[in-house]
């Protein structure tokens, strides 16, 4: 058994999640941990909602909130869509709590005293209508690298290099529009170059990263550049420095307190377990640096391709400072030594209808709105078979209804539906099979079956879903073939009932395998379908929303937990002949075809 941390990137608290956002770092993450699971492994699947910086500022006063008013409510939004989802996080939290604001601190001054946090003088970009701090984020100009006409203000995506606001050419606010003013102001800079050999070191012992991500990440170490990692703002964590603490303009930027959110949320997490130190199992280094590879704990990061240089580069580098790690050496702070993480799983974008997601175009549709007409397995399964886990996709509501009505309707749910259908109606029970023994097509059934554990748990542990719902949904088609050939509807003589019975016994065992492989994928209907078999308790446990107390005595608010301890292990389990059956309820609902065009007329031109 190991100790697998699902670190799971953080949604930004400034409106509702859309089917975009949850393709890229919830349900990957979710299959993953699944299945991590229920193969024996001790899963801590963290996250939380970021809720600092500026972005929040200003939506506020757009909205006449303040910041923390805003925050309270898009938190609890997002962890209602989440739970929607089924996402079985250990701990989904936020990071305005007390708890947070100190694990960041400690990194902040153990990073100050080994060296890699300076203090230097540089331009601040200041709305001249308003006189606030504008973030790099909301500078829109041209890449002085490339030329790409949209690069922002700390990053070009079309080049992926690091950027400074004043570097843009014809730099201008995505706010109002308007040509921000330059003036001085002093920060503190992550000293990335101090990092570039450990980071090279580590990145080159890297294996089974997806290849895009790996080849990105270390071409961004080829000219590293010191980062701000402070913000003129009033809304964020305060510095914690002599002279800085009690400075209501000036903040830790909020990149750099979201990263370290995931070990925040561990810790958070140990302490309302009633073992504090239980985060270590899952965060202390060993004794030799391997993020775990070697080790008994394994990190994996869960997000969008627009965030990998944050945990590829700047996460690590933050880690391997506090660990003293970097070229100017140092002392582990009082957390001690920190794993690494031991890979990153960056997926690509989903588009919708040809078009990228916009809110304010309304090019998009929400988590909540989709739940409120559809299946949160429908989502799930087209995220999982046809979402942009190597590539970018598209993502249309014509292949949607395809989907659904041709492979989870009449594929896996047509499946389900007609063995347990003969079943019940011809003996009330899983049928015994016949004491002549299986043929060699029952035979070779079972063993697909239960090949496909290893097969698709396999592709499921190296991030590779497409091909391991594709595997298994194989098992779905193997098994509709045999009962198709074999028939057992024409077997109704007295003479013929132990055949039509073993039939159906072999076809309710592939139907039990294929449903535990389907399980990290479908664990809504995985558990109607381990119902319909007769079966009894928790197959797939979900998460609940829990409104706690904070632990430091700030506000209450909603997290997302749960006991995942309990439900079906990575394994086939032999179908009990005698247990009784009842004529099933469908497991799937099929669409009809005029949802395409009621959709896309909600969509904006």
């Known amino acids: 058994m190991s100790h697998v941390l699902a670190a799971v990137a953080w949604p930004y608290a400034n409106g509702p999640r859309h089917i975009g956002h949850v393709s890229g770092f919830g349900v990957p993450s979710d299959v993953f941990s699944r299945y991590m699971r229920m193969a024996g492994h001790d899963v801590l699947m963290v996250s939380g909602t970021d809720e600092h910086g500026t972005p929040i500022q200003v ?118 529009g308007e040509t921000p003013r330059f003036v001085e102001t002093e920060h503190f800079f992550l000293d990335l170059p101090a990092f570039a050999r450990a980071l090279t070191t580590w990145l080159d012992s890297r294996e089974g990263w997806r290849p895009n991500v ?17 913000r003129d703002l009033e809304w964020g964590v305060p510095i914690p420095l002599e002279g800085w603490r009690d400075r209501s303009d000036k903040r830790i930027y909020v990149w750099f307190d979201a990263v370290i959110g995931y070990l925040s949320a561990s810790i958070e997490w140990a302490r309302r377990s009633g073992d504090p130190q239980a985060w270590r199992r899952w965060w202390a280094a060993d004794a030799q640096r391997g993020g775990g590879v070697d080790g008994d704990a394994r990190g994996y990061y869960f997000m969008g391709k627009d965030n990998i240089v944050f945990h590829s580069v700047i996460w690590p580098a933050l880690l391997l400072g506090y660990d003293g790690e970097g070229d100017r050496g140092g002392e582990p702070g009082d957390l001690g030594r920190l794993q690494l993480p031991t890979e990153v799983v960056s997926s690509e974008f989903l588009t919708m209808e040809g078009r990228k ?134 077997l109704r003589s007295e003479a013929d009932k132990p055949r039509m019975g073993t039939v159906l016994h072999v076809a309710l065992q592939a139907v039990s395998d294929a449903n535990t492989l389907l399980t990290p994928f479908l664990p809504y209907s995985a558990q109607r379908v381990h119902e319909l078999l007769g079966g009894t308790g928790v197959h797939a446990p979900m998460p609940s929303i829990v409104e706690v107390d904070d632990l430091d005595g700030g506000p209450s608010y909603p997290v997302l937990t749960g006991d995942y301890t309990v439900g079906a292990r990575w394994e086939s389990v032999p179908v009990e002949a005698g247990r009784p059956l009842a004529a099933p309820k469908p497991v799937f609902r099929k669409l009809d075809p005029s949802i395409v065009d009621e959709e896309l007329a909600r969509l904006g031109d």
């Open 59 to 176: 939506q506020a006063d757009r909205e006449g909130v303040s910041p923390r008013e805003l925050a309270d409510r898009y938190n609890r939004v997002i962890v209602e869509d989440l739970h929607g989802l089924g996402l079985s996080y250990d701990l989904f939290t936020r990071t305005t709590t007390p708890n947070h604001h100190a694990v960041v601190q400690e990194l902040f001054e153990t990073l100050h005293r080994n060296g890699y946090i300076v203090p230097k003088v540089t331009m601040g970009a200041i709305s001249p209508s308003t006189g606030r701090t504008l973030p790099d984020r909301y500078i829109e100009g041209t890449c002085p690298i490339c030329g790409y006409p949209h690069a922002r203000g700390d990053q070009c995506d079309n080049c992926g290099n690091q950027l400074d606001p004043v570097d843009l050419v014809n730099p201008r606010s995505k706010i109002n």
């Open 214 to 230: 790996l080849r990105f990440s270390r071409n961004l170490l080829d000219d590293l550049q010191p980062r701000a990692i402070s």
């Open 357 to 490: 997601f916009s809110s304010s175009r309304q090019v998009v549709i929400y988590v909540r709105d989709f739940l409120a007409r559809y299946d949160a397995d429908a989502l799930r399964y087209f995220i999982a078979v046809a979402g942009p886990e190597s590539q970018d996709t598209d993502f249309t509501w014509a292949e949607f209804l395809r989907r659904n009505n041709d492979e989870l309707v009449a594929g896996w749910g047509n499946l389900v539906n007609r063995s347990i259908s003969m079943a019940a109606k011809n003996f009330g029970a899983i049928p015994p099979v016949d004491p002549a023994g299986l043929t060699e097509a029952d035979q070779a059934l079972l063993g697909t079956a239960r090949a496909g554990f290893g097969t698709v748990g396999g592709l499921i542990s190296r991030h590779r879903q497409k091909q391991a719902i594709g595997e298994a949904m194989r098992v779905v088609a193997e098994a509709n073939r045999y009962l198709s050939e074999q028939a057992p509807w024409k």
